[in-house]
C-alpha cells in the first residue's frame, strides 16, 4: 500500500540575527496508511517543525529549502494558498499541545464548530450542529446538548483537548497530527487520551502522526516511530522493533534515560551528556559523535548512511556497517 505521507529529503531553515538554524536535514520516512507513527527526541531535534512543515504553517522566519513533502502522491510544497486552505482542516487537522491557547477563549464551542464545519455548504446549520453533538459524543463529552453553548474557559483541561480532538476530525480528515497532546494533562486524564485517541484511529482509520517526548506514551499508542536527533532521522521502524532492539547509540540512551524504566531509587536522574549541537553550521561526520559513548574515528569525518536491519527497520550508525572493522576509538 501506498504510504499516506512520504517525507523526502526535507530541509527546513529558521532565519535568526545570528544566521540560519537548519532546523531539518535531509529528512527522509513514511507514514502509512491507517496507522498511528510517534516521532520522538529531545526539545530542539525537529519534532515540531516536521508537523508544521507538513501543514505549511512554519514562522514567518522558517522556510523549506529543499525535498518533498507527498501527501497522496502530490507535493504538499508546491500548493498555493487556496489549495492549502483546502488541505488543512479537511485532508489533514491539527490536535494542539495546548487546547487553552489554542481554542478561541470568546467564542462558545458551537460557533467554533460552525467555523469549522463552513465547508460542508451542502448542510444545513441543524444537520452540522447534530454532526457535532454526535462527534462530542463520541469522545466522552457529557452532555454535548447543554455543552456546546459554553466556552473553553468553562471546560477542564482534559475535557478540553478532548473538544479539541472532536473539532480536528469533524472534517473527516485523512491525517490528523497530534503535537504533544497530552502535555498540559494529568497522567490520569493523559491515559484517558491514549486511550480515546486509540480507539477513535481503530474506528475510522484515519492515519495519526503523533509528536511526543514521553516514550511510554508513543509505546502504548503508536505502530511505528521516528527517532529524531538535531534535525536528523537517526532511527526508525516498528514500536517493538526499535524499542525492544534500538540500534543507534541516541537511541538506546533515550530509552535508558525514560525515568519509567527505572526500578531502584537513587539520587539523581539517567541523562544524556552535552548538548545538541549548534545547528547554525553544518557538523562532519554523524551529528551525534561528541554525546556517543561508543565514537570512533570514522564517526568524526564521514556522515552514516541508513541501514536496513529488519522489517522496516533502520538506523544511521556506523556501528551498524558490516564492512566497519574494529573501532579504533578517538582520543578523549
Request: proline share 6%; charged share 20%.
Amino acid at each position: 500500500m501506498t504510504p499516506l505521507v512520504q517525507i523526502r529529503n526535507l530541509d527546513v531553515e529558521f532565519d535568526t540575527k545570528h544566521g540560519p538554524i537548519k532546523a531539518l536535514r535531509d529528512v527522509s520516512f513514511d507514514v502509512p496508511q491507517g496507522k498511528i507513527v510517534g516521532i520522538v527526541g529531545e526539545s530542539g531535534s525537529g519534532k515540531s517543525t516536521i508537523i508544521w512543515s507538513i501543514a505549511r504553517l512554519l514562522s514567518g522566519n522558517g522556510r523549506i529549502v529543499g525535498g518533498e513533502i507527498l501527501f497522496n502522491g502530490r507535493n504538499l510544497c508546491d500548493l498555493d494558498e487556496a489549495a492549502l486552505r483546502d488541505f488543512r482542516g479537511r485532508q489533514a487537522s491539527i490536535v494542539f499541545q495546548d487546547p487553552m491557547t489554542s481554542q478561541i477563549p470568546v467564542k462558545s464551542y458551537r460557533q467554533q464548530i460552525i467555523d469549522v464545519l463552513y465547508r460542508n455548504r451542502g448542510q444545513s446549520r441543524s444537520q452540522k450542529i447534530n454532526h457535532a453533538l454526535a462527534m462530542m459524543r463520541r469522545v466522552g463529552i457529557p452532555d454535548p446538548e447543554q455543552r456546546i453553548d459554553q466556552f473553553p474557559h468553562q471546560f477542564s483541561g482534559g475535557m478540553r483537548q478532548r473538544m479539541g480532538i472532536a473539532m480536528a476530525l469533524l472534517m473527516k480528515p485523512q491525517l490528523l497530527m497530534a503535537d504533544e497532546p497530552t502535555t498540559a494533562l494529568d497522567v490520569t486524564m493523559e491515559a484517558q487520551i491514549i486511550h480515546l485517541l486509540r480507539s477513535l484511529q481503530a474506528e475510522t482509520h484515519t492515519t495519526i502522526m503523533l509528536v511526543s517526548h514521553n516514550l511510554g506514551l508513543v509505546a502504548e499508542l503508536c505502530d511505528e516511530v521516528v527517532v529524531m536527533y538535531a534535525g536528523q532521522v537517526v532511527e526508525s521502524g516498528p514500536i517493538g522493533a526499535v524499542y525492544a532492539r534500538p540500534a543507534h547509540p541516541y537511541t538506546q540512551a533515550l530509552i535508558k534515560s525514560d525515568p519509567a524504566r527505572l526500578t531502584e531509587r537513587g539520587h539523581y536522574l539517567p541523562t544524556i551528556p552535552g548538548d545538541l549541537p549548534d545547528l547554525r553550521f553544518r557538523q562532519a561526520g554523524c551529528i551525534f559523535a561528541d554525546r556517543c559513548l561508543n565514537v570512533f574515528n570514522t564517526c568524526r569525518h564521514e556522515e552514516p548512511a541508513a541501514h536496513v536491519l529488519e522489517n522496516g527497520h533502520s538506523a544511521r550508525c556506523h556501528l551498524l556497517d558490516p564492512r566497519q572493522s574494529a573501532p579504533a576509538m578517538s582520543p578523549s
